[in-house]
């Protein structure tokens, strides 16, 4: 079975200091792995993706096969970064399509 | 403007009816899906297509029916099978079901029991 773990539901931090939302999975094969996010009263929405290997709004995540993990990282956390964040999981070979989100971190970064 | 419409935004249902939300989108995409969310939880996925004429049960299919006889059009029959319905139900496309395809989201349709 696929699962998504993200072991804090709220995380909160000082602007300009370092964040990171934690993301375990568990999955038999090789995941694609993404990172959503809701800001307020707006659509849950893509922030960024395992494949794509990019840089979106200062965050990174790396995959870590070895751990299981797609930490969310941003060396300098703004206020704007203020949001519910979820990993999420699609099936690539093994259950192809199928998609596991975890419950989500609420970031807060307070001035 | 391209985007997903969840239709009603609110919607109440007394006990023993079925009720069906409506989702739309606009962006010709082959793949859709429906998440139920309840407070303090995540997205659980209850059905997903993946192409026309085509569905999956997902993880908490019970109680709940769907039908996808157009491509843009994946609408969700919340039974009297299904015993605690209110829940906040989100709809979403992807261009295709493949694993890098990211998922775009409606604002969601939010049921509750009279």
């Given at each position: 079975a696929q699962r998504v773990t993200q072991p804090e539901k709220l995380l909160s931090v000082f602007k300009g200091a370092p964040v990171e939302l934690k993301c375990n999975y568990s999955y038999s094969g090789s995941p694609e792995l993404f990172w959503y996010v809701q800001y307020s009263r707006q659509r849950l929405q893509l922030?960024?993706?395992?494949?794509?290997r990019e840089s979106i709004k200062g965050f990174t995540a790396d995959l870590n096969k070895g751990e299981t993990s797609f930490h969310l990282k941003k060396p300098f956390a703004q206020e704007e970064d203020s949001a519910m964040y979820y990993c999420a999981l699609k099936g690539f070979?093994?259950?192809?399509g199928k998609s596991t989100f975890g419950d989500g971190t609420t970031l807060t970064v307070k001035p | 403007d391209g985007g997903i419409t969840q239709s009603p935004k609110y919607l109440f249902r007394k006990e023993g009816q079925n009720v069906t939300l409506s989702c739309e989108q606009n962006?010709?995409?082959d793949a859709m899906y429906w998440y139920r969310q309840d407070p303090g939880q995540g997205l659980r996925l209850i059905y997903y297509s993946q192409i026309v004429n085509d569905f999956q049960k997902g993880d908490i299919a019970e109680g709940y029916s769907v039908s996808?006889?157009?491509?843009?059009s994946f609408p969700l029959t919340v039974t009297?099978?299904?015993?605690?319905?209110?829940a906040f139900y989100l709809c979403a496309s992807s261009?295709?079901?493949?694993?890098?395809q990211p998922q775009h989201f409606g604002d969601g349709t939010r049921l509750s029991i009279l």
């Open positions: 922030l960024l993706r395992h494949i794509s070979c093994t259950n192809a | 962006l010709n995409h996808r006889e157009k491509k843009e009297s099978a299904q015993k605690n319905p209110t261009i295709g079901a493949g694993g890098f």
